[in-house]
């Protein structure tokens, strides 16, 4: 292994769908190019975004930038040679989207406004043997390994 350098060499314009290939879209963010601008449009996801330091960034790359980090386990220097950006704006391109991700889908999971469907929900789960009455769903974090929760750890 060669020696490490904190330098990264950035990118004069910014990262978006067109700056990849089919397969790098599909193995690098998990999704196809059709799929990740229909995520975009359902999390309403803006033009451009706005840090608390000022930043302006373009909300596709910043999109892209969230899944990447969600699909991958690239620390910010890794990301910043991938986007082309500095860590330091890597972090915050980061943080801004994943606000606005929050902040969607707090008004989205409201649950009166998916109160007709709730039941149509529980017994889906059920028919796959889900044996909690009246389950709709839930979220457990356990897509990475640290997280994965082992029978009588300790």
């Not at 314009?13 to 990849?20: E, G, I, L, N, V």
């Not at 330091?53 to 990301?79: D, K, T």
């Not at 989205?108 to 389950?135: I, K, S, T």
């Amino acid at each position: 292994m060669g020696w490490w350098s904190p330098q990264c060499s950035l990118a004069s314009t910014p990262r978006t769908m067109d700056s990849f290939t089919d397969d790098e879209l599909g193995s690098w963010f998990r999704f196809d190019r059709e799929a990740i601008s229909e995520l975009r449009g359902l999390l309403e996801v803006p033009e451009v975004l706005r840090s608390r330091c000022r930043r302006r960034f373009g909300g596709e790359e910043a999109f892209l930038l969230l899944l990447r980090r969600l699909a991958g386990r690239e620390r910010n220097m890794e990301l910043a040679q991938i986007f082309g950006r500095p860590p330091s704006a890597i972090s915050e391109m980061y943080n801004v989207m994943l606000d606005h991700v929050y902040e969607h889908a707090r008004r989205a999971v409201r649950l009166e406004m998916w109160e007709a469907q709730l039941p149509l929900f529980a017994d889906d789960l059920a028919r796959c043997g889900c044996l909690e009455a009246h389950y709709v769903g839930c979220m457990d974090g356990t897509m990475f390994t640290i997280c994965r929760p082992v029978c009588y750890a300790g």
